[in-house]
């Protein structure tokens, strides 16, 4: 459809925008963060063949939100956290399954140095999604 044509013709601004959303706290009810990783996982499905080169990116970026969400002891509610913990992990597994693995082996390395459980789960979610 169009709006494939319009996410991949917008791929490296929308990628921008996504990068900077992530790294953002917006208030407790974190609405921007969320939206954002719907639409990441929208830019996935549409853009599937070249989400693979921007893979590093996009890992570091959702990794470190999850960290950031995890460690903050701030306002957020528990249910929001699960939530933006929920979306960046069907973001690695729709990330995994369009390289073909590539986000399995790049997990690797993190989930045996990482001691957060919360953290830890999501990545075992994404390593055993066939």
């Known amino acids: 459809g169009s709006l494939g044509i319009l996410i991949v013709r917008h791929l490296k601004r929308l990628e921008r925008v996504i990068l900077g959303y992530l790294e953002v706290w917006d208030g407790p009810e974190e609405e921007a963060r969320l939206g954002i990783l719907e639409t990441l996982q929208c830019t996935i499905e549409h853009a599937w063949p070249r989400m693979p080169c921007r893979l590093p990116v996009l890992l570091k970026a959702l990794l470190k939100m ?32 369009c390289s073909e693995g590539q986000v399995k082996v790049l997990l690797q390395g993190v989930y045996s140095s990482c001691e957060e459980n919360q ?11 066939t």
């Open 66 to 97: 999850m960290w950031d969400v995890h460690t903050d002891r701030g306002s957020t509610p528990e249910a929001v956290k699960a939530a933006l913990l929920q979306g960046a992990t069907e973001c690695l597994i729709l990330l995994d399954r």
């Open 119 to 129: 953290v830890r789960e999501c990545i075992r979610r994404v390593q055993e999604d």
